[in-house]
């Protein structure tokens, strides 16, 4: 069993960094996932501090989380005006993308 403890310090070191990286993008403009990604490497394969083997189970939950904080905090950047004026034309694109979609389907079953 993990020692509370080393939860505990796990998880106020992942908080630090957080913070840390939310100061470093104020400063510099650079996304806080290009900062997080350079300190995941860093203390991954670069000094060893973390095994790959016993995150490899979690690594899909790890990949479907970080999609979804990218998606949910650059839908909270998005205008609402923005997303109207360009709302338009990307439903036609859908529309007819869908559209070559079903008949490139239908000619590979008449074909």
Not at 71 to 82: H, Q, V
């Given at each position: 069993m993990v020692d509370a403890s080393l939860v505990f310090a796990?998880?106020?070191g992942i908080i630090i960094i957080g913070f840390t990286g939310e100061l470093f993008f104020k400063k510099?403009?650079?996304?806080?996932?290009?900062?997080l990604i350079l300190v995941g490497i860093i203390i991954g394969p670069i000094?060893?501090?973390?095994?790959?083997?016993?995150?490899?189970?979690?690594l899909g939950l790890f990949a479907e989380l970080t999609l979804l904080m990218v998606l949910f905090y650059g839908g909270i950047g998005m205008r609402f005006d923005a997303v109207?004026?360009?709302?338009?034309?990307?439903?036609?694109?859908?529309q007819f993308l869908e559209q070559q979609k079903s008949r490139k389907s239908l000619t590979g079953l008449y074909a």
């Amino acid at each position: 069993m993990v020692d509370a403890s080393l939860v505990f310090a796990v998880v106020a070191g992942i908080i630090i960094i957080g913070f840390t990286g939310e100061l470093f993008f104020k400063k510099t403009g650079i996304p806080i996932y290009i900062f997080l990604i350079l300190v995941g490497i860093i203390i991954g394969p670069i000094f060893g501090i973390f095994s790959r083997e016993p995150l490899l189970p979690v690594l899909g939950l790890f990949a479907e989380l970080t999609l979804l904080m990218v998606l949910f905090y650059g839908g909270i950047g998005m205008r609402f005006d923005a997303v109207l004026k360009g709302g338009g034309r990307a439903f036609i694109q859908v529309q007819f993308l869908e559209q070559q979609k079903s008949r490139k389907s239908l000619t590979g079953l008449y074909a």
